[in-house]
């Protein structure tokens, strides 16, 4: 379950690593039958697509039989579904987290984007240590950032865009985008974005499901519409050093949870009992 020393290198100099199918299609067809029920619940943790109107069409978010609301992020998963509270202590996801930083780690944020067919919208240019800092008062970017693709991800439905070994900058200075979508996000500006995409390139991390992506904290990254007619919803766990614990808590739990206790790893085979559940669908 561990990374490769190359693997290790290249997430180190790159700050993201791409690991082509790392679930299972089993896995994964588990993980998928739990999502439509989580996105049908009236839960603050749903945060629905700002526009309404023609974008929303038929077909949005056709995969997840969502017909009125289109969400855009589903958080706090854990908490409500026992499928996603097993996953979080997966080796295959979090054993190379701890191999990155070897400490207690707390569950930081724990969600689906699902960035739907024909209506997911933009996540603009930004770095996730600007929120994890000025919102939560994080103190430093320690933070990893562990994804899942729950459906196939190409240059056509809403991939991540990275910069890479943009990491090594540092920050790269935020301000509050409240505007342009329906979730606030500290982004980054366009004149810093330019000069260091210029210098590094962009690479969309695309795969099939069951790929994983792990990337750091100050790694510049977004991802554009999904004006395709195919979902691209994708799980995501934030972790974080215990020694490096959020100082502020106004924002609610689910977009930063409290709880400091260490997250511990399970068995491989840990999501096996739950197969029946994904096959009753
Ligand atoms: O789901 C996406 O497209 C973007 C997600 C993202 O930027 C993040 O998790 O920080």
């Known amino acids: 379950m561990k990374l490769s020393q190359s693997q290790v290198k290249t997430l180190a100099s790159q700050g993201f690593l791409v690991l082509p199918e790392r679930f299972s299609e089993k896995e994964v067809a588990l993980l998928r039958s739990q999502v439509p029920a989580l996105l049908k619940e009236n839960h603050p943790g749903n945060v629905i697509e700002k526009e309404p109107g023609w974008k929303f069409g038929e077909g949005a978010g056709k995969s997840w039989g969502k017909d009125s609301d289109v969400v855009r992020t589903a958080m706090g998963l854990h908490l409500r579904n026992e499928v996603f509270n097993t996953l979080v202590h997966h080796p295959k996801l979090i054993a190379p987290g701890f191999q990155v930083r070897p400490e207690p780690m707390y569950i930081q944020q724990v969600k689906v984007n699902v960035k739907a067919a024909f209506s997911g919208s933009v996540w603009q240019w930004h770095y996730d240590f600007a929120t994890h800092h000025k919102e939560d008062g994080v103190p430093r970017p320690l933070a990893l950032n562990l994804h899942i693709f729950l459906d196939d991800v190409s240059h056509y439905n809403g991939p991540l865009y990275f910069v890479p070994g943009s990491h090594r900058?540092?920050?790269?200075?935020?301000?509050?985008?409240?505007?342009?979508?329906?979730?606030?996000?500290?982004?980054?500006?366009?004149d810093v974005v330019e000069t260091l995409v210029n210098q590094n390139g962009i690479q969309a991390a695309t795969g099939k499901k069951g790929t994983m992506l792990i990337f750091y904290d100050t790694l510049l990254h977004g991802s554009p519409n999904n004006m395709s007619p195919w979902d691209r919803s994708i799980f995501s766990l934030i972790l974080n050093p215990v020694s490096n614990a959020y100082q502020k808590s106004h924002r609610p739990d689910y977009k930063h949870h409290r709880d400091l206790t260490p997250i511990t790893m399970a068995e491989p085979n840990c999501l096996e009992s739950f197969y029946e559940l994904a096959e009753s669908k």
């Open 169 to 190: 900058h540092g920050e790269h200075g935020a301000r509050l985008d409240d505007q342009t979508t329906s979730y606030p996000l500290w982004v980054v500006e366009n």
